[in-house]
DNA sequence: AGCTAAACGGACGGGGTGTTCCGATAGCGT
DNA sequence: ACGCTATCGGAACACCCCGTCCGTTTAGCT
């Protein structure tokens, strides 16, 4: 009878212990994005009314239990990049870009961490996010050719403007996003190619810092 | 003869005191600029190579050291305002303003962290910030006069750059403020008033979440 | 040099964290 | 209905943190 499952690759998991696992990572997800990473493990298990050992049982570690949470938002975050490169007007794909990349990394404090920084010993996203930043790179490229992207643009700006999006820490998601929205707004507009162009200055690499 | 001490404010503080003091708060200093303020105040006793007792009886909480450390910088900051505020070109003044306060914050992650915060229980620099506030709303109200800044520029415009400036991570101090050039000349090619200004997203207050 | 009070620092308590052990519970196939 | 076993969860471990107590050291005045 255990055939007789919808096609599910969940190999005979046991009823509480899939609901278990549900639940946790829906109050992981939701915790997560409000709180940031510096969520207690012990929290995470209280909120899904789990003890410790079950959340752990589920997830043997919590960058096991992050990387599962925000796989998602990573393919949330490709589909993004993708929809702007699917614009016909490279320019505004890449606008659009940046203000809901912007705006998706101020809706989730965790997802937006998590982004910026690389977990040693863990399945990161690491290739998921070369994979977009190649995308990114193919849309601004673009955008240069259309003369409205300033030319001294690189994509490590890109993640600078995303590790700056991170700090802004607000009290509401709604004023997070809201702020967002401005930022990336002025952003854009700095990014536009003018008829008088200032140089900016020299562009710097951004290793991701290691968390611990 | 404690009389012929050198016209200094400092009440007899026994000799090995007064070193100790002095070591602790170089010391703080170099690591929280380092590391922002998630160092343990047993790691800086360490390196001020005294004990943690010692580290308490100079400064009775963390608070307490930190404000004491970045009282020095807080007066950095609020000289650049006035600097930039002596500008007879206002929109120079004002850019050159934001430039050295992001390259400020980007040298010091501790003071980065410490102006975007507030600490309750605490004297924290409230008071200074608010002046330099007013002054840098001044600034502003000049440039925008002057045609050269956006009119729609607000003051939490310039709190949510400095929240963001403090949000890019680097490896090398000498990277972060690099880093940190580019992010405000990005910054004020936006905020610059263009022939055709495109309106920004509706401003946000950002009030400075509590650090507990 | 000797004495006294100021200053020192190792050890401690209370609370937090990520993670694990193991006896109790409960799903599920028979 | 029963029993096997996957699963659960409270308690515990090892390690951090901040801040304090108290016996020891040492500066500085006479």
């Not at 925000?70 to 794909?93: K, S, Y």
């Not at 999006?165 to 997070?176: K, L, V, Y």
Request: positive net charge.
């Amino acid at each position: 009878m255990t055939n007789r499952l919808p096609h599910s690759l969940r190999y005979s998991l046991r009823s509480d212990a899939r609901d278990n696992r549900e639940r946790i990572l829906a109050v992981a997800r939701t915790t997560f994005a409000e709180q940031g990473l510096d969520v207690a493990m012990r929290e995470i298990a209280r909120r899904a009314e789990v003890g410790p050992a079950t959340l752990y049982r589920h997830f043997p570690t919590k960058a096991a239990l992050v990387t599962e949470v925000f796989t998602e938002q990573m393919a949330a975050c490709t589909a993004i990049v993708d929809e702007g490169l699917a614009d016909p007007d490279p320019w505004r794909g890449f606008c659009r870009m940046i203000e809901r990349v912007c705006e998706l990394h101020a809706r989730d404090r965790g997802f937006s961490a998590a982004f910026v920084s690389a977990f040693p010993h863990a399945i990161d996203f690491a290739a998921e996010r070369e994979q977009a930043l190649g995308k990114v790179a193919e849309l601004a490229r673009r955008a240069k050719a259309g003369g409205k992207l300033r030319p001294d643009f690189v994509l490590d700006d890109l993640i600078m403007v995303l590790m700056a999006n991170s700090g802004i820490r607000t009290t509401s998601p709604a004023a997070a996003a809201a702020a967002s929205r401005r930022f990336a707004a002025l952003l854009i507009q700095g990014m536009r190619a003018e008829p008088a162009i200032p140089p900016l200055p020299p562009a710097v690499r951004l290793p991701l810092a290691v968390v611990t």
